[in-house]
């Protein structure tokens, strides 16, 4: 089992740029392939950016590709989002997320652990 907490969201204006972080309890922190999703008032959370176990694949949702990038870190057990080149259509409650599958993948039921969610707000 893992626990996932989130932090650095916040407010920031629009062409600006945030990291978030998700740090995962456990040891088997490599056999998690791990996610970023993200929902805004009123919509269906989508995902955003998803990476593999091992850190060798990556796949980004078309709307942020080349502005978002998803990393981690085996060391800190902590899974991160660089988002730079911020829009208001990024505003939401961004969601870290663990699947017991070894790749990665953009379907959010294919995760069984969610973090709470920090919330990234980006005025114009």
């Known amino acids: 089992q893992v626990q996932l907490v989130e932090s650095g969201g916040g407010l920031v204006q629009a062409g600006g740029s945030l990291r978030l972080s998700c740090a995962a309890s456990g040891r088997t922190f490599r056999a998690y392939g791990m996610g970023w999703f993200r929902q805004a008032p009123g919509k269906e959370r989508e995902f955003v950016a998803a990476?593999?176990?091992?850190?060798?694949?990556?796949g980004y949702a078309a709307s942020v590709q080349g502005r978002f990038t998803i990393s981690r870190d085996y060391a800190q057990n902590t899974l991160y989002l660089q988002m730079n080149s911020l829009e208001t259509e990024d505003t939401a409650v961004y969601y870290c997320?663990?699947?017991?599958?070894?790749?990665?993948?953009?379907?959010?039921?294919?995760?069984?652990?969610w973090g709470q969610g920090t919330q990234v707000t980006v005025s114009s």
């Open positions: 997320a663990a699947t017991t599958r070894r790749d990665y993948s953009s379907q959010s039921i294919q995760y069984g652990y």
């Open positions: 990476i593999s176990g091992s850190g060798a694949t990556k």
